[in-house]
């Protein structure tokens, strides 16, 4: 794996996407443990874009969610089946855009901070949940859609690290 994280100068989200991405996959290449991995994942994504909060919740035989490795400020460690953005995203297997938390019903706040939330569920091969995915921001509307495909394109990359775990 690389040890040190280079980081695009691009104005431009996609660039600096286009520029993180490879240096993910090699992250995590060659680890098998998958806690080691998706810690390193959201290191990595705090590192490069300074999200208020990201990590992974990962998801039970009963369908309820538990924290896993993060970055940012203390969270919830369990999220019932369906429940929060989260929840949600997971049951409704799709990617959830909450541009204002308040709007979204059943919304979990961990932190009163945080203003706008992306969350992607990630499955086994055969279609199984493994877990989700979870950006904070503390803007309203803090992503873009270079973000939105970037976290969709990581999520991606953390479903290989459980699924060889
Ligand atoms: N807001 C999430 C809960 C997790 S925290 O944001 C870290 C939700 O509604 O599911």
Redesign the pocket.
């Known amino acids: 794996m690389a040890d040190i994280l280079t980081l695009s100068d691009s104005p431009d989200r996609a660039a600096q996407w286009a520029h993180l991405l490879p240096q993910l996959e090699l992250l995590v290449q060659g680890e098998s443990d998958r806690t080691a991995n998706l810690a390193n994942l959201a290191a990595a994504l705090r590192q490069a874009f300074g999200f208020f909060?990201i990590?992974f919740?990962l998801a039970r035989p009963d369908g309820s969610l538990v924290?896993g490795p993060?970055q940012?400020t203390i969270?919830?460690t369990r999220?019932p089946p369906g429940?929060?953005?989260?929840?949600?995203?997971l049951v409704q297997r799709r990617t959830l855009v909450v541009p204002d938390?308040e709007r979204?019903p059943?919304?979990?706040?961990?932190?009163s901070a945080?203003k706008s939330?992306v969350?992607v569920p990630f499955f086994t091969a055969e279609g199984a949940p493994l877990g989700v995915l979870?950006a904070?921001s503390d803007r309203l509307d803090g992503f873009c859609a270079a973000d939105v495909a970037g976290l969709e394109r990581v999520a991606r990359l953390a479903a290989g690290c459980c699924a060889a775990a």
Do not use: K
């Open positions: 909060w990590g919740y924290l993060f940012g969270a919830c999220i429940r929060g953005v989260c929840g949600a995203a938390v979204f059943g919304h979990i706040a961990c932190s945080s939330e969350v979870d904070d």
